[in-house]
């Protein structure tokens, strides 16, 4: 309430003649009171309005579903969730079905934007050199992080005050007090903005670098500018793109563009498992069936029916239309329709998924069970 009263003030003392002589008039007739506006209601819709719903392989959405259900806290959808793993592998007419028969689709309202991420696989050393000159650091003693993904990381001084992390330009430019590997600066850019990998080294080594703590800051994709200032075509600034540009220009010119983006990365490293990389969810990402989403929007283990449609970057796929569960979130991705589609490990992967950036609808599957439903 202060602010208002500050303002009031400021709006007397602009009018105080106004103020000091306004005599008070008859006191208004109250009227009737407005009716509030209705929340606009749920746009309610058949399996038949999904676009692409009967070309989809259901049986792989089953297996992936069955598998990753857990992560839901609702009660309903958990109770569909035991319903699916009582029966075996269904076959895709018998997985159509049990979705058609559990669930009713509806419109999230609004477009928004479809773009992927992946698991990359890249070459490390244990030792500094021209070509491998980027520290991968683990998280500093520090740095106290809260909240989803430590988006709330402060630094605490010496004299045990928090105030905010430095960023990016400040981290790389300071000498690192440890290290886990030592990557290509670019290489290690991209591990950045997708959260997790594996490294190889020379001897054939494979070890995972998994997502440990953020600087907090915001991030900020270095697409558009690498297109505004006439570094990238507007149709090719696919990841491909922006990772071979940086690759080309590695030094000072390439730094000065990678460090538009504030947000910095920190890691952990593991023996390679072979197992998938596991999402916010702490479920291991099925290939082409999990998405990233806004955690202030939608709650983890959601199913949704996700239509990108209109691609905007060269060489990529004209339509992304399949059954996806909610296990993952991302420092980019906010907003109502906004997800981030899981697309694998490795270079195949990370090529598809640098060229994703579609015009994205969602669709929510709510379950048929429950009072109400």
């Known amino acids: 309430?202060?602010?208002?009263?500050?303002?009031?003030?400021?709006?007397?003392?602009l009018t105080l003649a106004a103020c000091a002589t306004a005599k008070p008039g008859p006191a208004p007739r109250p009227g009737p009171r407005p009716t509030p506006a209705p929340a606009p209601a749920p746009v309610l819709e058949q399996f038949s309005d999904l676009p692409g719903w009967a070309a989809d392989d259901h049986a792989a959405a089953f297996?992936?579903?069955?598998?990753?259900?857990?992560?839901?806290?609702?009660?309903?959808?958990?109770?569909?969730?035991?319903?699916?793993r009582a029966r075996p592998l269904l076959s895709g007419p018998e997985a159509r079905a049990f979705f058609e028969d559990n669930f009713r689709p509806e419109a999230v309202p609004g477009e928004g934007v479809l773009t992927a991420y992946y698991a990359p696989e890249y070459e490390a050393r244990a030792r500094p050199d021209a070509e491998f000159s980027a520290p991968v650091r683990p998280k500093p003693v520090d740095l106290v992080s809260s909240g989803q993904g430590g988006r709330d990381a402060q630094q605490r001084g010496p004299d045990g005050k928090l105030g905010p992390y430095p960023d990016r330009t400040a981290i790389e430019t300071s000498p690192p007090t440890q290290v886990l590997a030592w990557m290509r600066p670019e290489e290690l850019f991209f591990l950045q903005v997708q959260g997790s990998g594996v490294v190889t080294y020379p001897?054939?080594?494979?070890?995972?670098?998994?997502?440990?703590?953020?600087?907090?800051?915001?991030?900020?994709?270095?697409?558009?500018?690498m297109r505004d200032r006439g570094l990238l075509a507007a149709n090719n600034t696919s990841g491909e793109a922006i990772r071979q540009w940086l690759a080309d220009h590695r030094g000072p010119e390439a730094d000065a563009i990678m460090r538009l983006n504030p947000r910095y990365v920190f890691f952990t490293t593991a023996p390679d498992d072979g197992r998938p990389p596991v999402g916010s969810a702490g479920i291991p990402l099925p290939t082409g069936r999990a998405i990233a989403v806004d955690p202030s929007r939608h709650a983890s283990g959601e199913l949704f029916w996700i239509d990108g449609v209109a691609p905007i970057l060269n060489g990529a796929f004209p339509t992304y239309r399949r059954l996806v569960t909610a296990l993952d979130v991302g420092g980019a991705i906010k907003g109502l329709v906004r997800a981030d589609l899981y697309l694998g490990q490795g270079q195949r992967a990370g090529t598809e998924a640098g060229r994703v950036r579609h015009t994205l609808r969602m669709h929510r599957l709510v379950p048929r069970v429950g009072p109400g439903r």
């Open 203 to 225: 001897d054939g080594r494979r070890v995972k670098v998994l997502f440990a703590a953020t600087n907090g800051r915001t991030f900020t994709g270095i697409a558009n500018p």
């Open 63 to 84: 297996e992936a579903y069955r598998s990753t259900c857990g992560a839901a806290r609702d009660a309903a959808m958990g109770e569909i969730c035991r319903r699916a």
């Open 1 to 13: 309430m202060a602010p208002l009263k500050i303002l009031l003030a400021s709006l007397c003392a």
